[in-house]
Antibody, heavy 120, light 109 residues
Framework: QITLKESGPTLVKPTQTLTLTCTFS??????????VGWIRQPPGKALEWLAL???????RYSPSLKSRLTITKDTSKNQVVLTMTNMDPVDTAIYYC????????????WGQGTLVTVSS | QTVVTQEPSFSVSPGGTVTLTCGLS?????????PSWYQQTPGQAPRTLIY???TRSSGVPDRFSGSILGNKAALTITGAQADDESDYYC?????????FGGGTKLTVL
């Protein structure tokens, strides 16, 4: 049974750096074809893909946010960390992490999401 | 950047059939984009319905089907039920990353 859970601050100030952790179970990111991605959703708006890391440490980023994002993994802890710099109120959103299998190209298991509010 | 387009809203009668589409602001959607479809109800994380154009995710009833129609990806719901009332998002794989559509709010009435 694959599960994922996001954790991190619920409130950050503008210009600060956001660090979110996705802790997962039921698979290993050292296993071929596994991937973990981050997706966000501002209140009342559409989903937006942010970043993904594969088992082989291949990293992919949304072109529009690439300069602000860093994704890393710690396979020993079953965790994936996303950092986003220079936070702005428009970055207020629910942030989800999700599991993906390479070549299926679907996010098949999702965390519950964590709401991050950017406000001074 | 290429925008992924979806109908903002759609309505269907109970028992009816509805087809939601997923296009590109420039160009055509093909199987190369590995389109997938997600259903989201308020307050919940998205749930995968279809991946790789037309493969149903585990546990998804066969009244949900995916295809390519013309130059767009399509999600067809046959025999719509009240609990199909949700937001539906398509996701395309392009340029090594992913882009979501703006979503379609489906009303069943």
């Amino acid at each position: 049974q694959i599960t994922l859970k996001e954790s991190g601050p619920t409130l950050v100030k503008p210009t600060q750096t956001l660090t979110l952790t996705c802790t997962f179970s039921g698979f290993s990111l050292s296993t071929r074809a596994m991937g973990v991605g981050w997706i966000r959703q501002p209140p009342g708006k559409a989903l937006e893909w942010l970043a993904l890391i594969y088992w082989n440490d291949d990293k992919r980023y949304s072109p529009s946010l690439k300069s602000r994002l860093t994704i890393t993994k710690d396979t020993s802890k079953n965790q994936v960390v996303l950092t986003m710099t220079n936070m702005d109120p428009v970055d207020t959103a629910i942030y989800y992490c999700a599991h993906l299998i390479w070549l299926q190209f679907q996010f098949d298991y999702w965390g519950q999401g964590t709401l991050v509010t950017v406000s001074s | 950047q290429t925008v992924v387009t979806q109908e903002p809203s759609f309505s269907v009668s109970p028992g009816g059939t509805v087809t939601l589409t997923c296009g590109l602001s420039s160009g055509s959607v093909s199987t190369n984009y590995s389109p997938s479809w997600y259903q989201q109800t308020p307050g919940q994380a998205p749930r995968t319905l279809i991946y790789n154009t037309n493969t149903r995710s585990s546990g998804v009833p066969d009244r949900f089907s995916g295809s390519i129609l013309g130059n767009k990806a399509a999600l067809t719901i046959t025999g719509a039920q009240a609990d199909d009332e949700s937001d539906y998002y398509c996701l395309l794989y392009m340029g090594g990353g992913w882009v979501f559509g703006g979503g379609t709010k489906l009303t069943v009435l």
